[in-house]
């Protein structure tokens, strides 16, 4: 993959798939117009975090605009290699990098919404752990709804979900409460003899049909808010099928081009949807300016507390983490260097690894004042691993 350089190309063009492998680059006009505009009102030899901050910032104010699919098109490399090297943790997995790519892409609000800048991390840094996060996680998912049968599925539903799924598809709330109605009364008399049993349930017997469409006919009078006309079963199990169909798309969505036909309409572009006009004002300008200028003391503060705390290691531990990371080698390479055996190299590097991810944490805590969450800390886990490779790696 030839990385872009020019910042229209970055924040305009999105990956071509060539059957599972990268096959160029296309430009949507609409964004590369909108960028190009941007660059006459602001510095154009601003870098590129500049911009990215610049659109998320406008992405807070109108998530639906413009500037979500600027990032889109922005972490477009990030998505690609979180999903290339997520995949390949999973070797029996059916899943390709193209079908990773579009899942995680496709969940970008999450990231977005995950982003926080007050923590000093870089939005390309942020959005790899997230993807791939993403990704694990619905791959871990796709592969136990692959295992379920239609019906089981319905079984393993939380109400909301299912209400979500619905609202994807596009159904209006009457339609909504009638097909959630059919499913709590699913529920209720179709149980399985064995939990065990729950992955591979069948479809219900004809009798089960009819004690479903009864109990649906006793309730549809106090459940749902406007009468309904009486359901026969093949009435409920048609619906409950467009259920199923619905909550596998929701929870597995293809990726849409933005050129592609509106849902619902027969006429019409998604591009067409998004706004024309983003309005840039100078107080965006100064907030991203000082964003960025606050980020880089950041980072110049992170450079030089890390530098310090390896130079107070052992000398023992600094050529560790030198044959580690400098000279590149491997444990097996590392231990017949310093005449010991492997597993000693092991636990020394996780040794001084966590030295120096909790000497971190401590210092981001008292000096940046962010909270150490689980999540916070397997940032900052990540954040130390880029450092020390690009620390080594230029001296």
């Known amino acids: 993959m030839l990385p872009r350089q020019d910042p229209v190309e970055i924040f ?88 990773c790519f579009q899942v995680a892409i496709a969940r970008i609000d999450k990231v977005l919404q995950g982003f926080d800048r007050e923590r000093g991390f ?42 979500e799924a619905l609202l994807d598809a596009g159904l209006d709330s009457e339609i909504i409460e009638s ?4 499913w709590n009364c699913l529920k209720i008399v179709y149980v399985p003899d064995r939990p065990s049993s729950t992955r591979k349930l069948p479809k219900p017997e004809p009798e089960t049909w009819l004690a479903i469409a009864n109990l649906y006919n006793q309730e549809r009078h106090t459940q749902l808010k406007q009468s309904k006309e009486a359901a026969t079963a093949e009435n409920l199990e048609k619906w409950l099928l467009i259920c199923v169909r619905a909550v596998r798309s929701s929870l597995f969505p293809k990726l849409n081009s933005l050129n592609d036909k509106k849902p619902g309409y027969d006429t019409g572009e998604i591009v067409d949807s998004l706004v024309g006009e983003v309005d840039e004002s100078l107080l965006v300008d100064m907030i991203v300016r000082e964003e960025m200028e606050q980020r880089s003391q950041q980072h110049t503060d992170i450079n030089q507390f890390l530098t310090a705390t390896i130079q107070q290691l052992k ?16 444990q097996a390479e590392i231990a017949q260097e310093l005449n010991t055996k492997q597993y000693n190299v092991s636990r020394k590097l996780s040794k001084v690894r966590k030295e120096l991810l909790m000497a971190l944490a401590q210092w981001s805590q008292s000096t940046m004042h962010i909270s150490l969450t689980s999540d916070i ?8 691993e880029e450092w020390l490779a690009s620390h080594y790696d230029s001296n």
């Open 12 to 99: 305009s063009t999105f990956i071509k798939f060539d059957y599972d492998r990268f096959g160029g680059w296309a430009t949507d006009t609409r964004l590369r117009r909108s960028m190009r505009q941007s660059l006459t009102k602001l510095a154009a030899d601003n870098p590129d975090n500049f911009w990215a901050l610049y659109w998320h910032q406008i992405w807070q104010q109108q998530p639906t605009g413009l500037a979500r699919e600027h990032l889109a098109a922005y972490l477009q490399e990030v998505c690609f290699w979180s999903a290339t090297k997520t995949i390949t943790g999973f070797s029996s997995s059916q899943y390709t990098v193209s079908d």
């Open 122 to 163: 870089n939005l390309k840094s942020y959005a790899s752990i997230t993807f791939a996060n993403l990704i694990r996680e619905l791959l871990r998912q796709k592969k136990e709804i692959d295992i379920c049968s239609d019906w089981s599925l319905l079984r393993k539903l939380s109400q909301k979900r299912m209400i």
């Open 179 to 182: 097909y959630v109605l059919a």
């Open 315 to 330: 000398p023992e531990e600094q050529k560790l983490l030198e044959l580690y990371y400098a000279l590149d080698l491997k």
């Open 377 to 384: 800390l397997d940032n900052i886990s990540s954040l130390l």
